[in-house]
């Protein structure tokens, strides 16, 4: 089992399999709850059926024994005991309800107002009323018809002496008849009278087939009567299943309130309600099946639509759309992978993109530059083994994981690629000359960041685009140190110009023939708490890259500004500071003269003390953008040097155009070994052009006095180098150079 079914398992199968399980287990309880709150309310309702029979026939004995009652109170108050004239009147008020009513004499002859005539002393009912002269309700047998009937005797008095007893018989039939069943279940119910021995005194059905003696004790299965017996004896009601002949029935009872010996027995078979409750659990079994298959169908389109939105967002994340290659985070994942899977195995990443990529997509358009991207892909997809990966980063930059046995062979395996790529028919005719650019990093097994390597092969492609005699640069361990470096430097520049650790330093200018200081440049030095002083070539660089050269300058700049104020202060005698802005800040002159203006404000200074320097090699990339921004710097009053003059291709075009107050020669023409003739003509001559032209001239880089005594002759009497003095902090410039004295 692999572990894409195992994750499957665990993330669907279980899932579900639970749900389902708690979905039944759910319904099974709530299908218990209602089966038990629907047997609770037809024992409820047995339960008052049983009592509202129990009512009746209560109320039908009492109404009827209370009418024997008022007969015998009536009786009672005659004179004399006269049983003809008590005959002729019970006749007259003979009530309907009684089967037979009539006088008992105390020797227990019986005369009926029907005109039989029997003798009831051998009966228990007459034993027991001779024995206690107290009204008498019992079972028997009728005389005459042989049925179950109440008997009732009440006692006759005359002259405060028993002369007998008003006798009466109540049919059971007629009883049966009034019983009040449930309406739910009136054909189903069968309704008996027993008394607390549990004999069954009136009532029919299978009960009575059933029973031995009509006696519901008797029943082979007394267990189930137990509860029923216990609540005769306590005189209680209730409702209780019981089973007899295998099926199952709900018996409840309840006594006659003003009889207590007497219950009313209700049974209905239990199946009558249990129909109900399957029907019931057949329901719910029925909507719990349609909620499963609802939650299953419903489940199974969300996870046809999850995967179809993971697809497009696996296809968005992980193939090109423009190659239907890999993405840079495909590759990144199977780069991983393939490392893991051949530890034996040596990889080298190699990075490359098309050089001027943007000048084919303006000449031929986005359509063939995109053909050509693809093309590239299906000889890389076409040309690697299965154990060699790539991906189209972004644009036009490719990169991909070589296997190897050797530096060589990944030369070898460039090259043979590059010449495939390289030819390319767009359908009309070939693109002409166009090259890539490739970085190699050979993959260090100690290396664990996949991102870390990939910013490696980059940083080996930046160095072979930068060198135009190398199209493979390889990356090594000085590349990787310089790297370290440069990511050290940039982690603290922010907080290091914050903290103050660049500091201003001056180099001053000097009159060749009055050897004295009429100026000078500031510089910055980079005082490092863990490194000391940090040389300018490590950081400026690197800041020119990175923009941050436009934080420094403006930093510079006021620190010069601040610095020409305080001396100013001070009554010291000023001279001009030239201020270096790199050709970065002159690419948004909007935003550079702004922060000039808020910087130079702050302080009350002359404008003609700050000298704005730039280099020759700035104003042909911007040239636009320099001549505003230098004409808005004349215009706040700065003067403008233009700094390494002569190394640029169009020096002499320039001094026409922009508002220059000074050309600063470049040391190169110092450092040639040529003192010949033609060497002093070519700076004599550009001397004389300049100064004709009305601007200033300075040389730098000076450092011997033959040099100071050559520009002397040729004119150039302004100079800067080692001769004179290193750039130095601002404190050892005002303690050496004498033009700081107090005015």
Known sequence: MNNKFKNRIFTYIIPIFVIIILILIGFSVSIIEVNQVITKGNKSVMVKASENNSMFINYNLKDNIQYMKQISGILNKLNDFKKDDIMNFLKLEEKKDFLTTGIVSNDGTLSCINGSISNINNKNYFKEWKKTNEDILRVDTDLKTGEKVFIYITSLFCNNKIQGALYGTLSFKDIEKAFISNSKFYQQVETY???????????????????????????????????????????????IFITLNKNKYILSYSKLNDFHEYYVLSLIDASNIHEKQYRITFLMTILASFIILIFLALLIYINLYRNKKEKLIKDIAFIDDITGGKTLTKFKMDLKELLQVNRGSSYALVEFDIVRFKIINDIWGYKTGNLLLKHISDILNSKLSHEEIFCRVRDDLFILLLKHNGENEIIN?????????????RGIKEIPNFSLSYGVYVVDR????????????????????????????????QLQSKLIQQKQIEDVMYSALKNREFQLYLQPKYDINLKRCIGAEALVRWNNPK??????????????????????????FEEVCSKIDQWKKNNIKLIPISVNISRINLKNVEHFIRNINSIFNKYDIDPSLIEIEITESA???????????????????FSISLDDFGTGLSSLNILKDLPIDTIKLDREFLNSKDSSK????????????????DLNVICEGVETNEQAEFLSGLGCNNAQGYLYAKPMPVKDFEEKELIFQLI
Do not use: W
């Open 678 to 693: 033609k060497g002093k003509i070519v700076i004599s001559n550009i001397v004389r052009m300049v100064k004709e032209l």
């Open 446 to 477: 100690t290396e664990e960041d996949i991102n870390k390597m990939i910013d490696n092969v980059a940083f080996a492609r930046e160095t072979s685009k930068s060198n135009c005699n190398e199209f493979i640069g390889f990356y090594d361990i």
């Open 413 to 425: 395996k460039i090259n043979e690629l590059d010449r495939y790529m390289r030819f390319f028919d």
């Open 193 to 239: 009278i027993l008394d607390k021995n549990g004999h069954i005194l009136i009532g029919s059905g299978q009960l009575l087939n059933i029973l031995e003696d009509n006696n519901i004790f008797s029943y082979n299965d007394l267990n189930d009567f137990e509860i029923l017996k216990d609540d005769l004896t306590n005189e209680k009601d209730d409702s």
């Open 619 to 637: 104003i042909f990339n911007h040239y636009d953008n320099i001549l505003e921004a230098l004409l808005r710097l004349k215009a706040i009053g």
């Open 531 to 556: 490194r000391g002083l940090i040389n300018p070539i490590e950081f400026i660089p690197l800041f020119e890259k990175n923009g941050f050269i436009v934080n420094l300058d403006m930093f510079i």
